[in-house]
């Protein structure tokens, strides 16, 4: 299982949800579906421009953890 720590990232660089729609030019809907983990997917030109607007690396946001079984 994929985990998204996009709220982590965000409280680390004191951003808010807003702000950071803003910057990266996606809809607060969109970011909300992300920073919830109800995402199914991430393009990599989102995942680039959150990266560059939280300056940080992919492996910052997202996080692999496998299934319990």
Not at 10 to 29: D, F, N, W
Not at 30 to 38: A, H, I
Request: charge should be neutral.
């Amino acid at each position: 299982m994929i985990i998204i720590n996009l709220d982590v990232m965000m409280a680390k660089r004191k951003m808010s949800l807003g702000e950071l729609s803003e910057r990266v030019g996606i809809t607060l809907a969109n970011l909300s579906v992300l920073k919830n983990n109800r995402a199914k997917a991430i393009r990599f030109s989102t995942l680039d421009a959150i990266c560059r607007a939280l300056d940080c690396q992919p492996s910052d946001i997202l996080e692999y953890t496998p299934d319990e079984q």
